[in-house]
């Protein structure tokens, strides 16, 4: 062989090892370490198994994944003990003669499996010789607690979803179930002793009519447990207390400050009849309810809520005060703290460890409480400051119910458990994080297009090194999306699908869509006429509904989205605000764009929200114009406290300077009205002006009745339509 024809061969192998190792690197999360190796291994009806006795139930796990029996050659997968390794750490060698997993335990024993099951090709199920790459893979978890909190109270999920999301966890190397088993809208977990918590408490009537719910029993219970032993993922049970516990009083009205009946909730929020804490025998049925719970899971911590417990009973209850007395409390804070430490002490009698949401750190911080910190990264600083365990799971990355205009794949991907600030021996008590998957808004058929694909950052922002490149993980999944298809996960968007971006240019609106997506078909119709292509920006000038959806679609639910555009006098025209909106709501900051508010959605960008203050508000038209209608919007939705304001005064000024008031509208709002809606306030006057001040009144403090009484509220409002 000449040299040069050596040269090419040297050349052209180099390439296909290069390609090679592209196509192999493909396991989320992206282990610690691999090394690549030429050639492959055959898994086919010649392969046997051979596994040290403590991986029994592994290796009955990996049989049970492959399509033939490994009745072969017993040295070709080895399952070997190494007990100079830690808990979940493997090593996973694939060469030409056999594969080999070392691990010290059962937990790194599966997750060396579940690394092999991600190297065979997509398809392996159907295959009857399997052939997989040649590697060494040593491969550890950077946190300890990998989460996955499911709601199962505001939308039943059933046995075998759970079941599934079980095998999807354990997939990807995600470790902790935290199954939120109580609420308001329904309990369900059997209590042999208490059985009107199924009875009763596990059924709503939905504001449609239906009666909606479910439990799970024992056997069921013990079932999933089972199921998720095999596969090394732990069920953390959670039953709520004080507060999330309209259900429990629907059962057992004994149980609440008033005693009187209610109803399991059918709305979503917070609700102020919460367990009574001045009454012994609440504490009594929470010891039993947590003595049998405590009979079903094993595992080493139970979650006892904390969160979103409103005082106002407390504060109304002769049991409650006296309690505060007899107990030398300061408020109804430090009652909520006594609670909480009671109830730990009963739980570390059975040999239990708390976990609790970050609100149980308000009042003094239950002795060996594990926080878990949602509301931001605070609680889990205090925690760790504390010397306390912390689960970090802030709402700003780690709740998948959020749109994906708030949390997107990348945002997740770039998510840092161990908050700045803390001392290299107070991170140790960062334990991990959770995604938190609640269900207000999603039921069981809706929860993988939220899930995925954003947990499969999650997932490796929990395993892998702290130093991580996005582009790298997002080419990694793309090619998981195959694995996915195969598992049968109808996984979501990465980030927003669809964008109507409207900018006002010489009083026309420009309409541009921006896809989530290069590979997305795009139609849009206008005033609900013909669906076209969307191609190009375009201008319009008048009022207007767009609609645009996606065509072609892979996704079970494939994305569309609205847009109401209304071209009126003031589109476009400067306002000034004579109050600040708050900075999460500040709705484009503009009250000009023309873009109407979603009528059930508060959070979609569009209205502007004050906390506790008047919207007041000067628009200038520029010139002397005549108009005979001033339109303005507001949204209710009492349990986020936002409340439809009790008086709108309409103002005008030919200089900006003196203002005139020419009308006023007088509203009677109720600020217990259940429901989002949408209440527009319309001064109808002809005028020619130039500078035009909105007043719209706070409500003001939350009434009695109101679960946050007391607190200031809300005023969301939206555009100001001049005609
Ligand atoms: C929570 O989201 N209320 C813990
Ligand atoms: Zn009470």
Redesign the pocket.
Known sequence: MTRIYLLLILILTSCFQKIEKKEIANIIPNPQNIIYKTGSFNLNSDTGINYDSLFLSEAKYLQNQLPFKLNGNKNSIILKKNINLLEEEYFLYISKKNIIIEAATGKGQMHGIQSLIQLLPNKYKELKDIVTPCVEIHDFPRFKWRGMLLDCCRHFMDKEFIKRYIDLLAYHKMNILHLHLTEDQGWRVEIEKYPKLTEIGAWRNNKNGEKYGGFYTKKDLIEIIKYAQIRHVEIIPEIELPG?SVAAIASYPQLSCTGKSIEVENDWGVFKDIYCAGNDSVYTFLENVLTEVIEIFPSKYIHI?G??APKFRWKECVKCQQKIQSQNLKDEHELQSYFIKRIEKFIESKGKKIIG?DEIIEGGIAPSATI?S??GMEGGVIAAQNNHEAIM?P?SHC?FDYDLEAIDLKKVYSFEPIPKGLTNEQSKYIIGGEC?M?SEHAPQETIDSKVFPRILAISEVLWSKKEKNFNEFKKRVDKHYKKLDVLGVKYGYEKTPIKINSTVLNHQFQIEIEKGDNDMDIEYSLNNGLWEKYTNAFLIDTSVIINVKEVNSKRKFPAKKSLTLNHHLALGKKTKYLTNFDKNYPGQGSLTNGVSGNNTNFRDGQWQGFFGKDVEVIIDLEEETTFSKVQTSFFQYHLSWIIIPQKVEILTSKNGEEFKKIQTINHKSDPMKEGKFIKDFIFTQKQKTRFIKIIAKTYGNLPMEHPAAGSKSWTFIDQIIIE
């Open positions: 999330h809520g969160d979103e949401w878990q949602w509301r799971s709402t709740y938190n609640w």
